[in-house]
């Protein structure tokens, strides 16, 4: 099934277009988008999802896991299931742009996705883990001087530590989309991601925002329930079966969390887009290759027919 109309996605545009042009691509490929999602990431989703909403929020005791598995163990397998599962958004997100350029808007199967996703699956594990490396020991240098007890040494870190880590942030968002969108190593998927975003910092980082706060606003549609239910629990905790509210809180947790899943879906794909957006403008790779096709029409022997 072909789509309504096929995007132009190597094309200059300014921040609204590419935040429309993320709509409107939602839009026409949310079928094969969510369908993949469900078979490729659905199980890791659910697992994730029921483990960070019952060991994090401390309600494993109300649904009998603590004597299956220790909150800590539960607690790290739902960390490690999480990042699998990010990995496979963006996996699905970037293989499913990537598929759309080379069949120029062509039909793409949940089979084509799953094949390319293995295919790449190293260097996106490679790079999340650098990624992860970075951002964690800056977290953990941080957490060092935030126990300190000098307010000019908190101050001081979070301006060596913190600062460059959000400015760093923003070109690391790109290293996946380059990865996958241009076939590159490892390597050269950073330093690809730094030279695209090196003039574009700010612009960048308004295509994350922006996605990334509607996000979270279609988040807290499902999470005013679960919060809902926890008030509900305080109030009612010495008349009531705490149990039972435990048992609901813990399935609106596992909801909320396999949502929020779902809802990142967006900025992922705004930030794919962008990758494009910032392509075209250092390269112009669209406007090349729409040249070299009208090249080609005018190469093409015309046709004369006998009866003319």
């Known amino acids: 099934m072909l789509p309504i109309q096929y995007l132009e996605l190597r094309k200059s545009r300014k921040l609204g277009e590419v935040l429309n042009l993320t709509f409107q691509y939602l839009r026409e490929n949310s079928r094969t988008l969510i369908k993949s999602l469900l078979y490729i990431a659905g199980p890791s989703i659910l697992l994730t999802g029921a483990l960070s909403g019952t060991y994090l929020f401390g309600i494993s005791s109300a649904l009998g896991l603590r004597t299956i598995v220790s909150p800590f163990v539960g607690m790290v397998l739902g960390i490690v299931l999480g990042l699998i599962t990010s990995m496979l958004v963006q996996g699905i997100t970037n293989q499913h742009v990537r598929l759309y350029l080379e069949r120029n808007g062509g039909e793409i199967t949940v089979d084509d996705i799953w094949r390319a996703i293995k295919s790449d699956f190293g260097r996106m594990f490679a790079i999340n883990l650098c990624v992860g490396l970075v951002v964690g020991l800056a977290f953990f240098l941080y957490a060092i001087a935030l126990a300190a007890s000098d307010p000019g040494i908190r101050f001081l870190a979070f301006v060596v530590v913190m600062c460059p880590l959000i ?140 009866l003319s």
């Not at 509210?245 to 962008?274: D, E, R």
């Not at 250092?282 to 290759?289: E, H, K, P, S, T």
């Not at 096709?293 to 005018?298: K, L, N, V």
């Open 167 to 306: 400015y760093i942030s923003v070109p690391l968002a790109f290293t996946i989309p380059a990865s996958i969108q241009e076939r590159l190593s490892v390597s050269e998927s950073f330093a690809r991601g730094f030279a695209l975003v090196r003039k574009n910092w700010w612009n960048c980082l308004g295509v994350a925002a922006a996605l990334g706060g509607v996000g979270f606003v279609i988040s807290m549609v499902f999470l005013v329930p679960m919060l809902m239910l926890i008030a509900l629990s305080d109030i009612f905790n010495g008349t009531t079966d705490p149990e039972r509210f435990s048992v609901l809180y813990a399935v609106c947790a596992i909801l909320a969390m396999t949502l929020s899943y779902l809802v990142s879906l967006l900025p992922t794909l705004g930030v794919v887009l962008q990758y494009h957006n910032l392509v075209e403008k250092m390269d112009a790779v669209g406007i090349l290759a729409r040249i070299a096709t009208i090249g080609r029409q005018d190469n093409e022997p015309e046709h004369h027919s006998f």
